[in-house]
């Protein structure tokens, strides 16, 4: 079993390890202060440092944090997952360094007990295996299920989408699948994998307010192209299909959010 080593052998340590960061000591010494220092503490203290430093915000430790792993994911993950490492990599910068409503950072879970990179390549791993479950992109009707599995309890749109069920779910792929890419994934990682818009941001490296102009320009664009493959498939009288374009156009706000939720 590792011995103890005190919070200031590791300060001393860090310093050594990580002169660039310019690491506040004080501040460094109280994140080590709840934590078991075992003797890995000291051959890890520079990563120790890095990890205190970003969690705090700081622009040069984030730089350094991309430049030395984050953009290098590629070769961090088992080969399986390599494919996925740029994806990895935005979820990862999004998981771990965008602070909660508290203004915790996930990556100040790092201890230290073994170097930063292992640390990042289980992150990493599990991080693919989520985008893979959740992307499926060889069968992409699969997520559009996912999404119509989360439409609400509204009596006549359920109506609507039990009694045409097979076109409704036809004309909501295709609708998902005419948006560009970008639209896609800004509603499949807010409505599916719950990333606050605020991370999206962080995400996307735009403002927030950039965010909600683009979820409102593809939320838009998957009701209008909706609306567009119902009326090619519907096979009813005119009739009929107006009552029915005009029930969701005036439900467009009620129909969007359930579906995506």
Known sequence: MS?????????????????????????FAVFLSGRPL?????????????????????ARALSVLDAEYLSRMADILPS??????????????????VPDDEGYAKIADFTGKGGLAG?????????????????????????????????GGDVELDHLKQRYRKEFKEAFAAALAALEPRSRN???????????MESMGQLYGVHRLTIVRWMEKARLGLA???????????????????????????????T????LR
């Open 224 to 254: 209008e192209e909706t609306r567009r493959e119902l009326t090619a498939r519907l096979k009813v009288d005119k009739r009929e299909l107006e009552s029915i374009l005009r029930l969701i156009e005036s439900r467009v706000e009620v």
């Open 186 to 196: 800004l509603l499949r990682q807010h409505y599916l994998d719950g990333v606050p």
């Open 38 to 58: 075992g003797g890995s503490a000291l051959q890890h203290a520079g990563d120790l440092a890095l990890v205190f430093a970003c969690s705090k915000g700081d």
């Open 119 to 151: 640390w990042l390549r289980v992150a990493g791993v599990r991080a693919a295996l989520n985008i893979k479950r959740s992307t499926k992109r060889e069968t992409p009707l699969d997520e559009n299920d996912a999404l119509l599995e989360r439409a």
């Open 3 to 27: 011995a103890e080593v005190t919070v200031e052998q590791v300060v001393g340590a860090a310093k050594l390890a990580r002169p660039d960061l310019g690491v506040d000591e004080t501040a």
């Open 256 to 259: 969007l959010s359930d579906v």
């Open 80 to 97: 399986r997952y390599r494919d996925d490492a740029a994806e990895v990599a935005q979820v990862l910068r999004v998981r771990l360094l």
